[in-house]
């Protein structure tokens, strides 16, 4: 199957500071990347929606400004989250698909914690 | 509401026996696929059922469809230590094309 990775696996920074998630699909070309947050014991919630070389959507509730996303190849997507609070801590997780797929392939996700 | 909705939420089974969760969803789909996390992870695909088929097998795992009832079914035969995680079913809409989760079904299984 196709396999996406995500750098890093486990981030701890201070509050203020930006922190920057890559996703990377590493055996195929994603056109459409995703990026979810998921709480302890709960469901993921879907943040945005990025097409390669084209602007996000974010989905409702979402700060644009907050959780920047970069989708500047087809193998690369970034998730910025900027000006980090204790509250912007949690599980974020990117998913992949290609141009012709319905299956979307998820990263292993990342740890933020901040202090 | 694009999410799927599965039943039960939790279920707690021997090793040996078989698991049934179940997955409702409103409007009409191209596909309904079907999601492992293990506690602490990314999510793995299990299964895509497309809405013109009604069964499909991959191992253990045996995932049902009917279109008529919006309503989808994922069984794990002979389960597993290992198959202890939650389990999530997300219908896949030709409009728009993303993914959304429900709750999920957190399934333990004790040896």
């Known amino acids: 199957g196709a396999v996406v990775s995500q750098h890093p696996s486990r981030v701890i920074c201070k509050s203020g500071t930006s922190v920057k998630i890559e996703c990377r699909s590493l055996d195929f070309q994603a056109t459409t990347m995703f990026w979810y947050r998921q709480f302890p014991k709960k469901s993921l919630m879907l943040m945005a929606t990025?097409?390669?070389?084209?602007?996000?959507?974010?989905e409702q509730g979402v700060e644009k400004d907050k959780f920047l996303i970069n989708h500047a190849s087809l193998t690369l997507s970034t998730l910025t989250v900027t000006s980090a609070h204790p509250e912007d801590s949690s599980f974020y997780i990117c998913?992949?698909?290609?141009?012709?797929?319905?299956?979307?392939?998820f990263g292993p996700g990342t740890r933020l914690t901040v202090l | 509401s694009q999410q799927g909705e599965e039943d039960p939420q939790a279920l707690s089974i021997q090793e040996g026996e078989n698991a049934t969760m179940n997955c409702s969803y409103k409007t009409s789909i191209n596909n309904l696929q079907w999601y492992r996390q293990n506690s602490g992870r990314g999510l793995v695909h299990l299964i895509l059922?497309?809405?013109?088929?009604r069964e499909k097998h991959s191992g253990r795992l045996r995932v049902t469809l009917d279109t008529s009832k919006k309503s989808s079914s994922l069984l794990i035969t002979a389960s597993r230590a290992a198959d202890t995680a939650s389990y999530f079913c997300a219908p896949f809409y030709n409009q728009g094309g993303k993914l959304i989760f429900g709750q999920g079904t957190e399934l333990s299984v004790k040896p």
């Open positions: 998913s992949a698909r290609s141009f012709t797929g319905d299956t979307q392939y």
């Open positions: 990025s097409n390669e070389g084209s602007k996000a959507t974010y």
């Open positions: 059922i497309r809405s013109n088929e």
